[in-house]
């Protein structure tokens, strides 16, 4: 026990604690799963400790740790030979890196695993590591082996699987469910060999339920004590049925029902209509028992939920035991209860699964046979879980809840010794043989018999008891042996009758993928022994097995990568090219590279001996690169196109805030730094969710309705993307009016849309005239020499009409030749000028800028029908400073 306030360490259960000074503060400790004295610690600063003593010596592991990351996104696990495994997360995904404890830096961290990795996926269990990758939408598997180099898993080749779960990797070998493409509540069992690379299916749609944390549980449950045997609820057309099987999987049968039930009365429940059926449900709190109870010491010994009939009814939870592995069933309770085994399984506890409180609970010494109640309290007592004192052979147990749910906990102890006299003898046990439900004793390749207490001894099983009493040794028959890969059998729930053929993807001739010139390899007959299996002599379906010498294998599947996965680089930036090859012999063949930026090379052993290809762009560009593996057998190429380009820095959306309807209007993107042929222009008009895609910087557009419309664009180049929005006003009248500047202010032009926007806000705002300062907008063009058109936006209850300017007294405060001088610009004295056109229509929008004519700078222009008088007047009103 640690306590993390500051490091008090106790070795005696809590009994006493030893005070041991740390320089650090710990945020989390993360245990070994197996080796109680290695502990791990993390820090809120990101680093991370290790210990091998308990704590009384701590190493650091990691001190770089990355801030963004907790013990929640990254897995760490330090396992057999001292070797600590950690899952890194990067901003380019995560890595597998291993190290040794006691010598852990960035020079002796070592990449096990070339790519990158999904997020917690890094799970350890015995002798295997597995991991997985999703590229493309495609999740792929891998499995290391006693810690060697990670092999792709091999499920059937149109599996598809959308989700994998590890259920077991006991006596070397692994078990998973897979949910593949068409499953959606249910998924399919397999069986792997030793090394856990190749697999068979063992049972189709085991059902499956999720959790509102995304877990995903999957009726399949080992059964402890005896090896072999499994429980699991297959659901097909919505029916779901409770099965058994021996010999791990190879056969499967449903459970025989009682003939009679708790009160004696007939169950009338006849195969092959009616079955037992149990719920395999894990229970939510980990301090009482699931639906289905079994334990190590105590074999044979099976108590569970569930029901008799055609399939399993939610919410039916009547309790039946079997104290012979399954093959006969007693009913003993009509509701759900929690189940303790103490001594080995020779008293049995039961208490009530309610919400309401409890006060009494059941105990049994006979496996069931009869039951007993035993008050553990004079007061009532919501039971929040059961617990026992350490060891098989205890008697003493704890159940601890509380009175009200405003209490504090209350924990009532029971200890059942006083109620035995004595230790049990020789004599007091019994001997039984364990068979399957056709009563066959050779059961994984053994015949295999357990003693247990007579029902009419009342003793102590105690420290010393042992189930096993004897074994033997069987002659292998046809079920001892499955299918192996790429094989499947006719029917899954006939045994003997069925038989494994290959299927259509499937040539058990062709050697394996790892196969190398020189060296023979075995074709498979279609079967396997089962694993863990002990029969010998007999039948032996794996004999005349034929010998191959390994061909030349042309190179096949070949993939080049970036690690990182990213096909966009910066200018300069280091990257890695990894080539990986699927198929194919690997020590004969050449691999010519050719990076598409004048770098070739041709490399031996390439995919074999993992060496990255490590590159530096320097200009920007597309670049294709290409790898060729070739030998003798033949060839195969992988491509791909780097994108090399700087990230974008700036977008600034350029168009005309006011436009006609129906008329043709340019939407230019400028972007910065320019990267031709690199950017994708997504553009978004109105409300619409569906973007526009270009890959030139402008888009020509038209507006069918009047008023304000959003255009929104994004340039997309590489890894970033940047977004700018305008609002255009559509309108049906509205007048433009040409602006010119003397040359003067090119001088101070930087040709910038924050500039131009400046400028126009200002000549709006100096036009004193009696219209309304919002029915003006002034644009000023990119470009040289420095030009705007000013828009007068007419009322929208403005009648269509013909009028003349000279006619019209809105527009004559407007349309005159004026002059406006800004002072305080940069330069000298800068004016804008601008002259009325005679006798143009209103009725439609109206571009000036080719009737523009040119007006040198102090230069007297009369129009006909302006008097001296008129313009004097105007250059008067207009000459301001800013």
Known sequence: LILLTDLFISTDEGATFQKQPINFFVETLLFHPKEEDKVLAYT??????????????????????????????????????????????????YRYITCQIQ????????????????????????????????SANRTRYYVSYRRNGFVQMKLPKYALPKDLQIISTDENQVFVAVQEWYQTDTYNLYQSDPQGVYYSILLENVRSTKQPEENVLIDILEVRGVKGVFLANQKIDGKVTTLITYNKGRDWDFLNPPDIDMNGKPTNCKPPDCYLHLHLRWADNPYVSGTVHTKDTAPGLIMGAGNLGSQL??????????????????????????????????????????????????????????????????????????????GDETLVMTVFGHISYRSDWELVKVDFRPSFPRECTDDDYESWDLTNLQGDRCIMGQQRSFRKRKISSWCIKGRSFTSALTSKVCECVNSDFLCDYGFERSAALKPDSSKCFADFWFNPEAPPEDCVLGQAYTSSTGYRKVVSNVCEGGVDLQQNL???????IAPKGLQISIRGESLAVKPG?????????????????????????????IYVNLTMTGEPIRHRYENPGIYRVSVKAENVAGHDEAVMFVQVNSPLQALNLEVLPVIGRNQEVNLTAIILPKNPNLTVFYWWIGNSLQPLLTLESFLVARFAETGEVRVTVQASCGNSMLQDSKVVHVFDHFHVLPLKFTKHLDMYNPDIPEWREDIGRVVTRLLETNIPEETLVTVVKPGLPTTADLHVLLPANQPKRKMSITSDKVMREICIFFLVQFRKLPGRNVY???????????????????????????????????????????????????
């Open 103 to 134: 010598n852990c830096s960035d020079k002796t961290m070592r990449v096990q695993f070339a790519g990158g990795t999904d997020r917690d996926s890094l799970t350890v269990q015995d002798d295997y590591i597995f991991l997985q990758t999703t």
């Open 44 to 93: 809120k600063e990101g680093k991370v400790y290790v210990s091998v003593d308990l704590g009384k010596k701590w190493i650091l592991l990691q001190e770089r740790w990355f801030p963004y990351m907790n013990i929640t996104y990254c897995l760490l696990l330090f396992l057999f030979k001292a070797l600590s495994y950690i899952s890194v997360s990067l901003p380019s995904g």
């Open 832 to 882: 804008a000028q601008m002259h009325n056109e005679k006798e143009q229509e209103m009725t439609s929008p109206v571009n000036h800028s080719e009737d523009t004519q040119n007006i040198i700078q102090g230069e007297e222009f009369i129009d006909d029908d302006l008097d001296s008088q008129t313009l004097g007047n105007a250059r008067g009103k207009f000459n301001l400073s800013l």
């Open 313 to 390: 009814v939610e919410y039916k939870e009547e309790m039946y035991i079997t104290s012979d592995c399954g093959k006969t069933w007693r009913q003993v309770f009509e509701e759900e209860h929690h189940i303790l085994y103490l001594d080995h399984g020779g008293v049995i506890v039961a208490i009530k699964d309610t919400s309401i409180p409890l006060k009494i609970l059941k105990f049994s010494i006979d496996e069931g046979q009869t039951w007993s109640t035993h008050n553990f309290t004079s007061t009532s007592v919501f039971v929040d879980g059961l617990l026992s004192e350490p």
């Open 573 to 601: 930036e280091d990257i890695t090219f990894i080539v990986r090859q699927e198929q194919g012999d690997t020590l004969n063949t050449k691999y010519q590279v050719d990076l598409g930026d004048g770098f070739k090379a």
């Open 546 to 552: 034929a010998q191959h010498m390994c061909p030349l």
